[in-house]
């Protein structure tokens, strides 16, 4: 028997599988589909203080080998999520983590201190947004914005504090330590990363926003190196996501240091993606011998 068993900043997760934030909403489109329950935790849309209508359509768009969106944060609020989505997934058995976003320091505080006080597991702030105070920049370009993002909401947060680092940065393992130094207790990578796509009929944007963020099987290599990076800078936790789309791609990131892995785009190219995934995970361990999954993190050989 191989153990999936992971445990992440304290909290036991029953496989290293997390649906990533964005791609799966609150997870009611696929309980319909199979028991959601199967996944290690499920991180939600992400959400913000107030309601989001998001931005105007088109907001997807197919790319070779992926996708790009930009659906702004369309969300009903942290109020709305913890009355009517939390009792439900909690009722699922899911291990749930928040992920919020803000556009200044205050909507971080704000959030993170009403999610403490609820059955979420970990809060896992995205610190790929636009801070609106300092000019619109996003607090994860620069390590001095990670820091302060992630200080602001450890303050106020009793939930481990999970950061999500943006590969829009000059140097990854730098942001890392950033938000390990400011209080993280994990950190998860990479977000997408910014990308455009035009119609030459048209001669316009194919998004109205005109440009979005790209994710899926393209930026997998960017992201295992960066995963790589981060976790060789860190000494805490690291949760690796980026085009990941089989049980090949959840061992590379975990070879590369990762503890856990997100799985995004591949829930919309294929709804039964997580407990396809999970099955050939199980399979994969047989198959090599593996007595306990975490055997893999960090094991990569690279002399």
Known sequence: MTSLETNLCG?????????????????????????????????VKGLTNLPRSG????????????MLNS??????????FIRDELPRLASRGVT???NVAGSDLDDYREAVRKLSDTETAIIELNISCPNVKEGGAQFGASPRSV?????????????PLMVKLSPNTADIAVAARAAEDAGADAISLINTITGMAIDVRTRRPVLANVTGGLSGPA????????VWQAASAVSIPVVGMGGIADAEDVARFMLAGARAVMI????????MAGPRILAELEGFARTNGIADINELV??????
């Open 11 to 43: 909290v036991r997760l029953k496989n290293p599988l997390i649906a990533a934030s964005g791609t799966f909403g609150f997870g009611r489109e696929y309980d319909e589909l199979y028991d959601i329950s199967c996944w290690g935790a499920i991180s």
């Open 55 to 66: 931005n105007p359509p088109h907001r997807i768009a197919e790319t070779a080998s992926g």
């Open 71 to 80: 659906v702004g944060l369309e969300n009903p609020g942290i109020d709305a």
């Open 96 to 98: 749930v983590i928040a």
């Open 147 to 159: 820091g302060e993002a992630t200080s602001a909401a450890r303050r106020h947060s009793s939930k």
């Open 219 to 226: 930026i997998k290599p960017v992201a295992l190196r960066m």
């Open 264 to 271: 995004g785009t591949a829930n919309i190219t294929d709804p």
């Open 298 to 303: 960090g094991a990569l050989e690279t002399s």
